[in-house]
């Protein structure tokens, strides 16, 4: 067994947990109030009627009324048509509009961008970041991310993952993430971050941070998000600053095979960014952000281009707003 | 006797109450939400009486349990507890396990399969406790909420049954809440015989040429079905026949050799029930001799008719409280489980929830807003009820 094998094994032993662990949730409660902390719940949203209400009453009503666990809930939307801030006002969320916030920054559409300024906008000591097209939403969703902040100081980040079974044989599970991550991102961090393959689901969207963590990240706007942060975070503090939590099984909108190619691409410009930046990368062409798919109709083909260009906001804590509201 | 909450000037109070419910808002609507996602078909309910259980511990209630029907059962113990009241709602649905469960919410509504029949009933059984709570209102009487299984379809109310038969409580006087429809006075059940018919042709052992000559039980099965809708054009108006649904074949080109007819009597006269189930298993006898086709016929439950009357004071109290609350009437006998409640003489009422609509679709929908005045009602009725002893 190599070295780093050694490392992954006992990371895996001490730092992955099932959601189950964290039933006792008046424990949790005590022990935050305990460790003097405050937490913040952010659901970045596009248009998410649908599922948007459900998200915000569960969360309300399970770890604010019934357990006072998390301090505000608040959604930030990057320009919703549809009526998704109506409904998540209506049930007792805080909403923002992505643009309204730090408006001398101006606005750049994307996810990215609303969990960057989620890090200026709220007040927790840890944020929570929760997806908005969650369809069987469960406090645990929330809990049993910031339960390991609360009870492990030493740990700073906590992902989430699921139990995505893809075959069933004996009593091993596969511990598939999705299509993106097995086919781009494992392979990827297999050859240069190898450690960071212990992350069973790298990409998903659930997860809980300390404050002056995130306000050291710096954030690409689009789908290089959690990428980027896995790669700086484990950079400066190693595998030992990530945890991750078993939370069952998560129903999903499944994205169109086309969708996960521009999101493969926007991951794969922030990663060779990385490489460059670490010096892993050397003499790498000047990087384009033109993706290129094409589709047929009867014999004709062509081509249909996509301009996906991963701009990064920089660290939170660069910005004198920041440091001002923040006290830092 | 009772003394009438609205009429003791308190029209006031019970708007207070709606107002005052609202702080339990998210959390009565996750609890909607929670019961709502929780698959449980008739005869698998486990998952969702475990929800109940745990919901009931959190509240502090007492004597928690799950019987030998699956029921579920918490008390919240009276001052003096010399009567003991019971809320009931049943927890099955009538869809397959295998169905997506997932509820949506909008402004104001919520979707999802068995939201009305009966999450919403579950959901506020568990917020019942929080609901007394938050209103200050403690109770006289014993309250023992009830979570019953086995309600829909073959399951005859063997929850309600079970525990109205086994229980050590003595119930005064019930209530069973469904997820609407807000406004019913629902004092009375209809008597009823709930049954299948069966119908299969005998197929020669040449399968594929019988194809080509029989036309299997479809000519069959369509004049059964005319006949059993004649019995309701003879003019007895208080008797039906209602056919719910009706089973056959599979495909486009092959008639089917097998017909499944569900079908319930209703009437609020006993006798009148027992009289059309005898029709009914003379014509199932008359299509049987035919020669090449079997035809059966199975009463799978049954309920006696009963009623607690126009003029009992709980029902004049609900008639009452609900004109407090601006809502109109309307008088709705019932086939579930206030009908197992009437039969062992115990005064009881269904209350309704709620407004929604396309109850039993996929699209089942519930207006949230109205359910505060559900509430308001239900916890008004308690309060009525905890103040007098009341006879069938």
New interface residues.
């Given amino acids: 067994m190599s070295e780093t094998d050694e490392r992954i094994a006992r990371w895996l032993e001490t730092n992955t947990f099932h959601h189950s662990e964290f039933w006792d949730m008046q424990e949790l409660v005590r022990a935050k109030h305990e460790a003097g902390l405050t937490i913040s719940l952010c659901i970045p949203t596009l248009n998410e009627?649908?599922?948007i209400?459900?998200e915000i009453?569960?969360f309300?009503?399970?770890l604010?009324?019934?357990y006072p666990l998390i301090d505000e809930i608040a959604v930030i939307d990057s320009g919703s048509t549809d009526?998704t801030l109506?409904?998540a006002a209506?049930?007792?969320a805080d909403t923002y509009l992505s643009a309204d916030i730090l408006p001398g920054h101006g606005f750049k559409p994307g996810k990215g961008e609303n969990l960057w300024k989620a890090i200026y906008q709220l007040r927790g000591d840890i944020i929570c970041y929760v997806d908005a097209d969650i369809?069987?939403i469960h406090a645990k969703f929330a809990s049993a991310l910031v339960a390991p902040l609360i009870y492990r100081p030493e740990i700073q980040y906590v992902k989430a993952f699921y139990d995505r079974p893809l075959a069933v044989s004996d009593e091993v599970r596969p511990s598939g993430g999705g299509r993106v991550t097995e086919i781009l991102v494992r392979p990827l961090f297999s050859m240069f971050f190898p450690e960071l393959t212990a992350l069973m689901q790298p990409l998903s969207g659930e997860y809980a941070v300390r404050r002056e963590v995130l306000e050291r990240l710096p954030f690409p706007i689009g789908y290089g998000v959690e990428t980027s942060h896995l790669i700086d975070l484990y950079q400066s503090s190693g595998l030992d600053a990530f945890a991750q939590t078993d939370l069952d099984k998560r129903?999903h909108r499944n994205q169109s095979t086309t969708d996960l190619g521009k999101m493969s691409f926007g991951i794969l410009q922030t990663f060779l960014n990385r490489l460059e930046t670490y010096g892993m990368a050397k003499d790498l062409p000047e990087l384009h952000g033109l993706f290129r798919q094409f589709q047929a109709e009867g014999r004709r083909y062509e081509q249909v281009t996509h301009e996906i260009l991963e701009e990064e906001r920089p660290p939170m804590i660069t910005l004198p707003e920041y440091r001002e509201r923040h006290g830092r | 006797m009772a003394k009438s909450i609205v009429n003791r000037g308190s029209r006031e109070t019970l708007l207070a109450h709606r107002e005052a419910l609202g702080n339990l808002r998210e959390i009565l609507f996750a609890n909607v939400v929670m019961a709502g996602e929780i698959p449980a078909p008739t005869g698998y309910e486990r998952r969702i009486t475990r929800f109940l259980s745990d919901r009931f511990t959190e509240c502090g209630l007492d004597n928690i349990s799950l019987d030998q029907a699956g029921n579920v059962a918490g008390v919240i113990s009276g001052k003096t507890g010399r009567r003991n009241l019971l809320v009931a709602a049943h927890v099955d649905k009538i869809w397959a396990e295998s169905e997506d469960h997932t509820v949506s919410v909008g402004v104001g509504v919520m979707s999802g399969r068995g939201l009305a029949d009966n999450s919403l009933g579950a959901a506020v059984l568990a917020t019942l406790p929080l609901i007394l709570d938050e209103l200050g209102i403690t109770l006289d009487a014993n309250l023992i909420l009830l979570g019953t299984t086995r309600s829909f379809g073959r399951g005859d109310l063997r929850g309600m049954r079970f525990f109205l038969e086994n229980s050590a409580w003595e119930i005064d006087s019930a209530l069973c809440l469904e997820g609407m429809a807000l406004g019913r006075l629902s004092f009375s059940s209809l008597g009823m015989a709930r049954g299948e018919i069966v119908v299969e042709v005998v197929r020669p052992h040449d399968e594929e040429s019988a194809t080509e000559v029989s036309p299997g039980v479809v000519p069959t099965l369509s004049e059964l079905i005319e006949a059993m809708l004649a019995i309701n054009r003879r003019g007895c108006p208080d008797t039906r026949v209602l056919i719910g649904s009706i089973e056959s074949g599979s495909g486009y080109s092959v008639p089917p050799g097998r017909g499944l007819v569900r079908f319930e009597i209703r009437s609020l006269d006993a006798d009148r029930v027992s009289e059309v189930e005898a029709e009914l298993v003379q014509l199932v006898e008359r299509f049987s001799g035919r020669s090449g086709t079997t035809v059966g016929i199975e009463i799978i439950a049954r309920r006696r008719p009963g009623n607690l009357g126009l003029d009992h004071p709980l029902v004049r109290e609900a008639g009452e409280i609900l004109v407090a609350l601006g809502l109109e009437s309307r008088v709705e006998p019932s086939v579930s489980e206030l009908a197992a409640l009437l039969d062992r003489r115990i005064p009881s009422l269904t209350l309704g929830l709620t407004k929604g609509e396309n109850r039993h679709s996929p699209e089942e929908s519930i207006l949230l807003d109205p359910i505060f005045d559900g509430l308001a009602q239900l916890v008004a009725m308690l309060q009525f009820m905890d103040g007098g002893d009341f006879t069938f």
Avoid: F, H, Q
């Fill in positions: 009627e649908k599922t209400g459900k009453i569960v309300k009503s399970e604010m009324d019934r009526r109506e409904i209506s049930y007792g369809k069987n129903v």
